[in-house]
């Protein structure tokens, strides 16, 4: 068994991210750029007032639909969460300053491919036995490329179902006792001794929530991320530009530190010095996928539910994902990091003591814990509610509708022994099918890229409608 794990964790990681992930985005988000002519850039304004700006503007969904507004805030539920806050720390930690570089450039390359996946996502939809909108990568695998590929979309569901519970539950309720458990002994010391009882306890009503809101269907889902995911994302921006503006002195300082490592991370010297350039690379990358989950086809599932007026409107909530997720929160956890000028144990994958430490330098040891043990709490919560859809409907699509509440159920027990359990090698093996994911989606992807393109000429650059 240790074999098994060993190889997973390591051969089998190592040629997801470094020889599939790695060239895939950055390769195929480079030539989805330039065949539509830069969008992300060039049209980045029409996209912002196209997505942004009508956020908060009222919207009504049709029967078995989220509103476009839910649907990208479950998909965001499902990418703010403690890939912006631990993910960020570790990415610095156990791939230097310059790994931040190379985690803005997955995003800024990724906000295509992650346009992609939802425009074809809306395309390729299709409406399940309750009436409700389904779709996702196994759906632009059956829809859009027919039989012969269907092996593509059976695995990317295989891949989904599992990396669900390690990323998206496991994983998000071990950060969620983790940081309340720092809270705690800020306030309590002597509550130590009764940690075990306390992660069971909040294991048990973690799982109860999550199993009220999953149970509700997509429609619950999508208005509980409505209200909890801006919420949450403004907190944490005031908290994080407030520490950025007491250090002002060091962001200039930050931004050579990012950019002189890109390339050369044992520049920095000291602790760094033994961090080698493909680990500069691959953390960052991996962290950014971990952040905004562009290529790995996830998000598409959420926003398949989504009532709008067509294909590229919807796919356009992509690209502004990437920037709200990693080009906004995952920088601002970066540069309060290095700004506060906390000491960073290079090489030593953190948790979230790293943000919590500087945060500490502007609001103290006691309010910096509680301020991260809520806003980590409300990150990985949403986030375990978006997964929940992604694992479920990838089991529906697997066995059918009926056995999606098994799954459900599952992920629901799973939510207790991420509490209670020490899941350093879960966060590793998650990793794994995480990148594997991006296998069967960029086999889609790219043999579906000129539907894309097209669709793009039409609507941004001939004025016809998508």
Known sequence: MQAIISFITGTLNTVAWLYIFLPCTILFGLYLTIRNRGLQFTKFGYVMKNTLGKMFQKQEAGEGAVTPMQAVSTALAATVGTGNIVGTSQAIALGGYGAIFWLWLAALLGMMVKYSEVLLAIKYRERDAKGDWVGGPMYYVKNGLGKGWQWVGILFCIFAAIAAFGIGNMSQVNSIVGSINNAVDAFIPAAAAERGTLNLILGIVLAVLVGIILFGGIKRIGAVAEKLVPTMALLYIIFGITVIVVHANNIIPAFGKIFS????????????????????????????????????????IAHSAADTPGPVQQGMYGIFECFADTIVICSLTALTIICSGVEIPFGVKPGSELITAAFATVFGNRIASLFVAVALTLFAFTTILGWSLYGSRCFQYLFGLKAASVYKALYVVIIVVGAVSSIDVVWDISDTFNGLMAVPNFIALIALSPVVIKMTKEYFFNKKPA
């Open 261 to 300: 490592t890109a390339f050369n991370p044992q520049a920095i010297g000291g602790a760094a010095a033994g961090i080698v350039l493909k680990e500069t690379i691959v953390w960052g990358l991996r962290r950014s996928a971990f952040s905004n989950e562009a290529g790995l086809g996830s998000a598409a």
